[in-house]
């Protein structure tokens, strides 16, 4: 090992790493842990180069960043592709998490008020919702945003079939741009149980290139099923109705993961 290429390799890592984290909204010390084991592998790697063919330091030193990224980027991969078996725990009278993410919002819905979805300081209405007479009474609005560390794929809140399912079109501009509401893609699902409906509805940022979904209108789902997955960073909502009991178990902040965590309970 080059100790002068190890330190230089450190100190690239851990300002990229953390830069990254900050824009794509991943913890600061997931950022700093990377940064130190993707440096040091980093340095290692253009150690072993350097040995191999007499390059000078400062030619292995300009080797770092674009490696850093490089290994940053599989890493990434990697983690974004995992879709692991998940059997939800307990089933009966619970609304569950349709994503893994971090819970942005649980906003109280008033009667008579626009269903109203929100990213940062924007905000756009959910009208493929309220258009219809599917969800008239709905209490909470919940929003969970997951980073491009999440596992993606989205699963079922409640067991049921789906009423509804529609898309739109966007083209992939930041959900911080004022224009979110026409043009940032999204697939609105409406589940019922024959007692009650939930609404969910997943939305693509900009970096994503598609919202893949593995059903459609009219299917049965088991609580937990898989539903789709969204392409790099995103966010689910799901719109809970007015339930007798109902008692709201997350809050904002809270990591959530899909099929697992309980989001509310009811009855």
Known sequence: ?????????????????????????????????????????????????????????????????????????????????????????????????????????????????????????????????????????????????????NIHVNRAPIAGKILLRKRTAGKFMSLRKQESDILNERVTMVIGNGTFNVGVVQIASRLVRRIVSYVKEGNDLQIGQRIGAIVFGSQVDVAIPELENLSIKIKVGDEVKAGLSIVARYG
Not at 35 to 58: E, F, K, N, P
Not at 79 to 87: K, L, Q, S, W
Not at 100 to 109: F, S
Not at 131 to 141: A, H, K, Q, S
Request: net charge positive; glycine share 8%.
């Open 1 to 149: 090992m080059r100790w002068e290429l190890l330190a230089t390799s450190l100190a690239f890592a851990l300002v990229f790493l953390p830069l990254l984290a900050w824009k794509w909204r991943i913890k600061i010390k997931i950022a700093i842990s990377g940064g130190v084991i993707i440096g040091a592998l980093t340095g290692l790697i253009v150690s072993q180069i350097g040995y191999a063919t007499g390059l000078s330091t400062a030619a292995l030193v300009v080797l770092e960043l674009p490696l850093i990224m490089l290994v940053t980027g599989l890493i990434i991969l990697t983690r974004f592709y995992r879709d692991p078996e998940r059997t939800p725990t307990v089933t009966e009278n619970v609304i569950l998490s349709p994503a893994d993410g971090t819970v942005v919002y649980v906003n109280k819905v008033e009667k008579g008020t626009a269903l109203v979805s929100t990213k940062g300081e924007r905000r756009f209405k959910l009208n493929e919702i309220t258009d219809t007479d599917l969800l008239p009474n709905i209490v909470y609005l919940v929003g969970i945003d997951m980073n491009i560390l």
